[in-house]
Every structure is written in C-alpha cells, then in structure tokens.
C-alpha cells in the first residue's frame, strides 16, 4: 500500500509539474504581449526612437512655454487689478492677500519663465536638456500653483476646479514623455491630497474631492501619453515619407542620369566615338536649318577610306577597327567649332558637316584633311596608291535659300566618286556640277 501510494503521489506531483509547465509557457507570450502593450502606451523601446525627433519637439514645447507665460502673465496683472479693486477673493475668510500672493507669485514666476524659453528657444539644438528641465519646471509650478489656489477655493466653497482645470490644461499643451509627466503628476498630486485633508480637517473626510482629483489626474496622464504617443507616430510617418521622398528623387536622378547616358549613347559610334548616322542626319538638318536662316554657306564632306576592304583581309578586322578609329579620332580634330559635326555615315565611310564654311575655305579645309590622314602613317603595305592608309574626299557648299537639302548630299556624293577615281585625293563641287558624270 505504502508503494502504491508513493507511485500516485509522483505520478501526481509529475501532472502537476507538466500542467505548471504548459501554463506557464503560454503566459509567457502573453506577458510579452502585455509589457510590449506598455511600452508601446509609454513610448518607449525601438519603435518610439524619442531622441531623433526631441528637436521637433522641443520646438514646439518653447513656443507654446512662451505663449502660455504670457498668457499667465497678462491674466494675474488683471486679476491684481480686480483683485485691488473689489477686495475679492477671499473678503469672506481673510484669505484675500494670499491670493493676491498667489497672483503676484504667478506673474514674477511667468516673466521669468518667458525670458528662459525665450532665451533657450534662440538655439533650441545647444539647449536641449535646459528646455527639457525648465519645461517639467514649468509644469510643476503651475500645477502646484493651481493646486495652492484650489485649497484656497476648497477652504471657503468646497471647489477645486483651478486643478482640475489645469490638469487638463497641462495634458493638451506640452508635448512630455509619460514617464515624465508621471514624475511630475505623483508627487503633486500626493501633496495635493496631503493638504486637501488637513484643509478639511476637523470636518468630513474630502472624498468626493479626493476621488475627482485622482480621476482628472489618471485622465490628464492618459491623454498626455496618448497625445506623445500620437505625435512620435506622425513624426515617424513624417520622416518616412521624407526618406521615401528622397528616395524617389535619387532614382528619379539616377534614371535621368541612365536616359542621358542612353540618349548619348544612341547618338553616338559604338566603335569609333563620333557621331553615327542618326546623329548625322539630326545635325545636318539643324545646320541647314541654321546656315538657311542667316544666308550663310554650309559644306559638306563626304570621306572614305581607299582600299579599306583590302585592308582588312590583309591585317585583319580587329586591325581594321583601329584603323577607323584613328581616323575618327583625326576627323573629330577638324570640326573644331560648336556647330561642327564629325560622323561615321557607314561601313567605312565618314561626312563632316562644317555650317559657316565658304567654298574657298573648304577647298584648303579638304586638302590639309588628306595630308593629315596620310601623315598618320597607318601602315597599309598592299595599297595601290600609297604605304600608308589615305582617304578620298568629296566636298561641296551651298548656302541654302530654298534648295533643297538632298542636292548638297548628292553633290559631295558625286565629288567623293570623283575622287575615288584618283584615290588619295579631294574634290569639291557646287550643287548641279558634275551631273553628267555616270556613277558606277
């Protein structure tokens, strides 16, 4: 009997172990979830990062200090002056020169918390622990202040609607941490309480004054935290919608940086770095456009490299590709004003759109682009007119004044066959020279 009654006793004290082990590990995630809930209430933890938006706050803190102290300020002086006037409060009781005490205390201690918030409001970033103090400084006296004066209304009428009201007042107007307006709540009210008592000592106990106070005390608490709580999350939802904003105006650069680069890229040679054959055609008609406009000449040169399939069956296509790169690079030396456009027109041929350029000058302009392509010196050994790589060119001018622009292409067309027929040459022609020559 003796071991079976061990066996029950473990076999129950092992049930209840296990069952205290179940239940405490589901009160665990609730006790999180309860301790994440206050935090939450009393804006602390990660997700209430109070430092980074305490400038904002102190800010607004000042101003309102400021306002408020002026507004104190401004009512004591008329209540001295009412006060002075009709002998009340406090004619009934003998208490009328402590409340004007009360009164004269307020005003000296307003001005002097102007002149502070005042001071420190000026650069609110190097004064920000001094604003923090004086603003829980601030809230304190008014609340005693309040507090003093609901004693002496609670002596004569049983009211203390002064605290109450400024409970309230002191919850919606200041931004503070709950934490901190609870360090400034407690003791105060404990004071209150403390002499609400002794006031109404040897009478009935105060309860219905003692209740209502707590209750305007929890509620100012609460609305407190949940006006903080509030304007962290809107300061949050403010600065991520700032991030986001700079966010999408840093790609927004980026893409008008990458359509740039496109637009660029689109208008240029792959191979050879000037400008393609769209580019061509865009530059050409601006010039035309341009020259047209202020009846000036536009020429035009037409260049193809002698040979240049030979070349490349003889040193190679890689080889090839530097050849046309160099010339590139040469006739990209010769447009050498804003307006000038050196192109690759295809394959190995290239043009030269020169607005501003007369006949006289473009015939000098031809001949020292050929020297200064032979004096690269590409070697080209199975050449037929030289050692080294040569261009043939044809030019023509025109202003424009109604013809169309075709006519200027089909000219340098036909001046650049001519020179194909000598190699290593230039020729220039007017728009309608050298129509009856046939073109192979």
Known sequence: MEYGSRRKVAAKRKFCCKRFRENLEEAVPIARNCMRKVRKFLCIGPDYNYAEFRQSIDDVNVFRGKLTALFFAAFEIAMLVWSAVSGKPGAQNGTGACYRGMYLAMLLAMLVFYLVFYRYGKDAAAHAKAIRVWGMAFAAFVLCWCAGISLLDYASSRQ???????????????????????????????????????????GPFPTGAVINSTAFVLMAWVISAMRFQKQIAEMQEGRLIERKNEELLRVNSDLEEANEKLRILSCIDGMTGIANRAMFDVSFAAGWSVCGRQSSPLTLFM??????????????????????????????????????????????????????????????YSAELVEQIRALKIPYESSKVSQYVTISLGASTVVPDGSSPERLIAAADRALYLAKKQRDKAVLLLPGEGEDFPKA
């Open 160 to 202: 203390i609607m002064v605290y109450t009201f400024a409970l309230l007042a002191i919850a919606v107007t200041p931004y503070m941490m709950p934490l901190s307006f609870l360090a400034i709540l407690l003791p105060v009210h404990a004071a209150f309480l403390f002499s609400l008592i002794r006031v109404a000592s040897p």
């Open 303 to 364: 260049i193809d490299l002698d040979f240049f399939k030979g070349y490349n069956d003889f040193y190679g296509h890689q080889a090839g590709d530097e050849c046309l790169r160099r010339v590139a690079g040469m006739l990209s030396s010769f447009a050498r004003r804003p307006s000038d456009t050196a192109a690759r027109y295809g394959g190995e041929e290239f043009a030269l759109i020169l607005p501003f350029m007369d006949r006289r000058e473009a015939e000098t």
